[in-house]
């Protein structure tokens, strides 16, 4: 197999700078970045962090909430087994380029060796690695390319927003693919082509093994071909799915995968219910890794044997791309949210600060822009090119979206949540609602009344919370508790009142805006548009920020984007943290370093025999 450094001495470019010069339409480009050259620049061998000598073997067990009833993740109908993605890949299908794990808005050759576009950014131009094969030894052809575009775009929502100015996929050549775009100056569009999951068209078109026609438009339980490190080794259908590593997988030895993907099994066992799970995980076997959301768990839960022992290790880790923005999204679709002041008023009602001190032990930070953590989030009173970016709106926006910083109420004494509730009930008045006898009315008598959807009993306290301070306005609220496949069919319905929704953005916001806030989204099952925002000032925006000419021009209309969305209100804004919490058995071997970028990289762990053996000795449940 060609060496790492042989196959990247076939393109000696600097790495790709979409924001820079742009490229000529015959310039072939390996790593591709949004924000200045790549750190590894034209010679990349492999992750600095990354062992490249980490040994493969040994399993790791994990715990899946839920059922499963499909291994299609591309269509909207079912819910899809674990290591399968609704976008991208997940364990089965290599994409054309693999997004980095340690630096923002950088990819890096997969299935592609390589990649061009014109100084107009009119077309993409996609190069095939030769050695690239599916799991069963037939290569990744041009028309597997075309195929999985065309059958993605068309029955995949996620894929329908990201390439929707992607008219066609053409072949040019033996390994070459060029990929034509309908609008000119989007320069995200030549490097999120790499993000295209690429599927086996022979397969699929196929037969299977009781000569049933396969169709990529319905859902299937039959183990589908992929060309990943990892294939589908066994099913249990709602219960378990195991997935083995592939042993002559193609591409291990290219810079993306060296040092990664080590484990020879991983194990997904479903349990339906949160507190099973935690025990399982205590006990130890069917579970190796623990990742905590919750704070106050966090801080009270880890005191059991196998931890107090030193067999189960708890560590937090530094990781900049998991400050998203978190809250209670809003269906606008129901008429109950429909007006501006009852949002704002919802927003109100929020007391961040009492239940961060008094269950969260502090750790939480409140959420204060769609882009959180970053310089794309917005702040203070719009000016410069920001202040002209909205001027042309100003008729349609808020007035006080112009003169005031956007604040959210602080509740840190009895006297702010008396004043944040009479402001919150003086805008439900003048959205037509009245309080009698303790209980918020419309003027048919209607109670206001509202229910969250939620398929986590974890999220009880920070619901009754909520709740609770909404009551002392006369608004009523109910937890709706359901399994994740139900959850997982109403949020893809819309099917809820209020949901909590969380929103990872990357440091280059593009085209996946769409399928966030546009109009288009807010009518198509399954995005991720949850609130159903259908705002011509943001879809407006939203165009603005996918054609955005320079990285300065890109930071004005995230600004101004971001600024609108939290002055409508839509989502109530909860809690981010930048940092993942994990506690795992001491089973493994991990690299002395971790991303600080995305956090722990379980793919580049291994099992340490010594390690596995000796907890084996203790505990009659582990591997």
Do not use: C
């Not at 109100?348 to 269950?359: I, K, M, P, S």
């Not at 937890?479 to 969380?502: G, K, P």
């Not at 390690?611 to 505990?619: D, F, I, R, V, W």
């Amino acid at each position: 197999m060609t060496s790492p450094a042989v196959l990247f001495a076939k393109a000696l470019v600097p790495a790709l700078v979409l924001f820079g010069t742009a490229a000529g339409a015959q310039e072939w480009h390996t790593t591709s970045s949004l924000m200045g050259e790549s750190k590894y620049g034209e010679d990349f061998k492999q992750y600095d962090y990354v062992n490249p000598d980490a040994p493969k073997g040994g399993t790791l067990n994990s715990v899946a909430n839920g059922s499963f009833d499909s291994l299609n993740p591309y269509v909207v109908r079912g819910t899809p087994a674990a290591g399968l993605a609704p976008f991208g890949g997940g364990l089965l299908y290599d994409t054309l380029m693999e997004q980095s794990i340690d630096e923002a808005s950088v990819s890096h050759p997969l299935l592609a060796e390589a990649f061009s576009y014109p100084a107009d950014y009119s077309s993409a131009t996609y190069r095939l690695d030769p050695r690239a094969k599916w799991h069963d030894g037939q290569p990744v052809t041009v028309d597997d390319v075309i195929w999985s575009f065309n059958v993605l775009k068309e029955h995949s929502p996620w894929y329908r927003r990201y390439y929707e100015n992607v008219k066609e996929a053409v072949a040019v050549g033996e390994r070459e693919i060029e990929f034509r775009f309908d609008q000119k100056g989007n320069r995200e569009l030549p490097k999120i082509i790499g993000d295209l999951a690429v599927l086996p068209k022979h397969w699929w078109e196929g037969t299977d093994a009781k000569g049933k026609k396969r169709d990529i438009t319905q859902p299937t339980l039959e183990p589908p071909l992929g060309s990943a490190a990892y294939k589908i080794e066994s099913v249990k259908p709602g219960q378990e799915i195991v997935w083995a590593r592939v042993p002559d997988y193609w591409g291990a030895k290219l810079p993306v995968k060296i040092g990664r993907e080590n484990f020879d099994k991983r194990k997904y066992i479903y349990i339906l219910d949160s507190n099973a799970a935690w025990q399982a995980f205590t006990k130890g076997g069917m579970e190796d890794i623990n990742p905590e959301p919750s704070a106050r768990d966090w801080k009270t839960k880890y005191n059991f044997p196998a931890l107090e022992r030193g067999d189960v290790i708890q560590k937090e880790f530094k990781a900049t791309s998991s400050a998203k923005f978190q809250g209670f999204a809003m269906n606008t679709r129901r008429p109950l949210f429909a007006d501006r002041r009852v949002r704002e008023a919802l927003t109100l009602a929020y007391d961040f600060e009492t239940l961060n001190r008094t269950v969260s032990f502090g750790l939480n930070k409140r959420v204060d822009s769609y882009f959180m953590g970053s310089e794309l989030a917005s702040s203070g009173i719009p000016q410069g090119k920001e202040l002209e970016i909205l001027e042309q709106f100003r008729s349609e926006l808020p007035p006080e979206l112009f003169t005031q910083e956007f604040k959210l109420p602080v509740y840190n004494t009895p006297q702010d949540e008396r004043t944040h509730l009479r402001e919150a009930l003086g805008l439900l008045r003048d959205a037509g609602w009245t309080l009698k006898d303790g209980r918020l009315v419309d003027k048919n008598g209607q109670p206001f009344e509202f229910e969250i959807l939620s398929n986590s009993d974890s999220l009880e306290t920070a619901i009754n919370s909520y709740a609770n301070t909404l009551r002392k306005i006369g608004i009523t609220v109910r937890m709706r508790l359901v399994d994740t496949s139900q959850y997982t069919n109403r949020i893809n319905d819309y099917d809820f009142d209020m949901i909590l929704a969380s929103l990872a953005q990357s440091e280059s916001p593009g085209n996946e805006q769409r399928e966030f806030w546009s109009s288009k989204a807010a009518d198509t099952p399954g995005s991720r548009n949850y609130s159903g925002i259908k705002n011509p000032v943001v879809d407006k925006l939203v165009e603005r920020v996918v054609f955005a000419t320079d990285r300065e021009d890109l930071l004005a209309a995230t600004h101004a984007l971001d600024r609108v969305l939290l002055w409508n209100y839509y989502v109530v804004p909860q809690l981010t943290r930048d940092v993942v919490w994990l506690a795992y058995w001491n089973k493994f071997g991990i690299p002395d370093k971790q991303p600080d970028y995305v956090g722990p990289d379980l793919d580049s762990w291994w099992i340490d025999p010594a390690k596995e053996s000796a907890l084996a000795s203790k505990y009659r449940n582990s591997n």
